[in-house]
């Protein structure tokens, strides 16, 4: 039988009305709200956030509470949870494409990409979400973002309802004298960085425009890069619950955690260039730079300029540290020992202007008579070799000529130089001449006599007039007027 057109265009009606039947029957049984409103992922309007879980440790965690919490509160949120390597034991994650593991460090069988955390984060916010915490308040991350939206703070905080609720902090960074001080924030709760527990909420670009965005401890990383960049933060009203079955519940476990976490801040620190942390006025002093048993924080100087300097910083405060110790150390033992010695150099210079070590010095130079060496017993000894005392200072002959060093350790070589001057009709020389423009003869009777004079934490000799002897050695102005050793290598102007 031949099938004519109108044949044709009848079957076709009767097709398209079927599948207008069974579209208008499957709208029907749709839930009111999801035919009223689309589907929750991508509202109409209102904003998109990725909720990016880095801070948890993998041998005890609450992770899988925490992404289900908030899948509870739409089943569409996209989750990323960050981890350098694999996690193991293996996190119970649920095998949906909104809920990613990213790891970041780099392996062979990966593409660039894949080790980068902003690949995989497409929303216009991210909420950095600790472990412990559980969304049981739905909304609470739109009424961040819209917080956000109305303030001129960066970053938004809501605190999590642990044991360690977060406070307001405020943070004073100095890249070029290495330190980080803490104290409490005036304007609270608007502050520079965060104490505790809180969800943190930030425009992705701003996350990922941060030199180390996921660096732990998180909110340590985050909070220095943010403060230095002069970013706040603002503490809102609104709470997140803790977890039902909170991660690090044994004394094993948080005894684990603190070591490690412990571990990374440290090294965190290092990495960012902070060596010593403050916390309040007069308060408790955390370091983290070079000590006695470990090598200082630069090598061999260079044409009298520490390769620091270079990176627009002054003297290491740890270095600083073993300097005044080291320094204040050997004028006991001379003193001790009857030696005259008086402060030369750019250590008179740095006690003249500063009362101290000038902030970019690198070592302490000390003048003593040349007759009085065989008064000191260490003095004696390192004539003959290199000698470590019972305080684990070395004593030596320098290399570089006949004068004498002594080193805060073997392993750490700041130091303090001694050079033995004696007098030649009045005039006080020596027989090792460095080419340094204040190695310069003078009258003796700027020693004649010696006075004391504040430096590094304690009273050392130094010559009277001292002004004077300062513009002889180094000219006119040189106490109102500080530069660097070497300034046809680098000026203290930046030139």
């Known amino acids: 039988m031949r099938l004519t057109r109108c044949w044709a265009a009848l079957a076709a009606a009767i097709i398209l009305n079927l599948l207008v039947f069974f579209y208008v029957s499957w709208l029907q049984h749709q839930p009111r709200n999801s035919r009223a409103r689309g589907p929750r992922r991508t509202p109409a309007t209102g904003p998109r956030v990725t909720v990016l879980i880095r801070e948890f440790e993998a041998f005890d965690n609450a992770v899988p509470e925490l992404v ?22 293996p996190l119970a994650l649920p095998r949906i494409p909104n809920v990613r593991l990213a790891l970041l460090q780099p392996a062979l069988d990966r593409s660039a990409a894949a080790s980068r955390p902003e690949t995989y984060v497409a929303t216009e916010f991210v909420a950095l979400v600790p472990d412990g915490t559980r969304a049981e308040s739905p909304g609470h991350l739109e009424r961040m973002v819209e917080a956000l939206r109305g303030s001129s703070a960066r970053l938004v905080a809501a605190p999590v309802a642990t044991a360690n609720p977060a406070r307001c902090l405020a943070l004073n960074i100095s ?37 180390a965005p996921l660096a732990r401890p998180l909110a340590t990383s985050l909070f220095l890069q943010t403060a230095l960049r002069g970013w706040t933060v603002q503490l809102l009203g609104l709470t997140f619950a803790a977890a039902r079955q909170p991660p690090l519940a044994t004394a094993h476990a948080r005894w684990k955690a603190d070591r490690e976490g412990r571990s990374r801040r440290a090294a965190l620190l290092r990495a960012l260039g902070i060596r010593l942390v403050s916390w309040g006025e007069g308060g408790r002093l955390e370091w983290f730079g070079c000590h006695k048993e470990s090598a200082r924080c630069f090598g061999t100087v260079a044409g009298d300029t520490p390769s620091y300097l270079y990176e627009g910083r002054w003297t290491p405060p740890c270095c600083l540290r073993a300097l005044r110790e080291t ?11 009857g030696v005259r010695y008086w402060l030369e150099g750019g250590s008179l210079l740095g006690a003249a202007r500063h009362g101290d070590i000038i902030p970019w010095d690198y070592d302490v130079d000390l003048g003593i008579y040349l007759e009085d060496v065989g008064n000191c017993e260490q003095l004696r000894g390192a004539e003959a070799g290199s000698v470590v005392d019972e305080r684990g200072f070395v004593w030596e002959k ?33 027989d090792t001449w460095l080419d340094h423009r204040q190695d310069v003869e003078f009258p003796e009777h700027f020693l004649q006599p010696l006075v004391p004079l504040a430096f590094a934490g304690f009273m050392a000799q130094a010559p009277n007039n001292y002004r004077r002897f300062l513009e002889l050695k180094f000219g006119p102005g040189v106490i109102e007027n500080p530069e660097y050793p070497n300034p046809a290598l680098l000026s203290l102007a930046g030139g």
């Not at 502050?191 to 930030?202: F, K, N, R, S």
């Not at 004068?403 to 303090?416: A, D, M």
């Open 327 to 337: 320094a204040r150390y050997v004028v006991g033992v001379l003193e001790a020992a």
């Open 175 to 211: 890249l070029r004298e290495w330190t980080a001080h803490y104290g409490p924030a005036p304007g609270a709760p608007r502050c520079d960085a965060l104490d505790g527990d809180a969800v943190v909420l930030l425009r992705s670009r701003d996350l990922f425009n941060l030199s």
């Open 68 to 89: 289900d919490s908030f899948l509870q509160q739409d089943p569409a949120q996209p989750v990323v949870v960050a981890a350098d390597t694999l996690p193991y034991p």
């Open 398 to 430: 320098a290399v570089e000529g006949d004068f004498f060093r002594v080193q805060y350790s073997e392993s750490n070589h700041l130091h303090v130089d001694l050079w033995p001057f004696y007098p030649r009709n009045g005039v006080m020389t020596k």
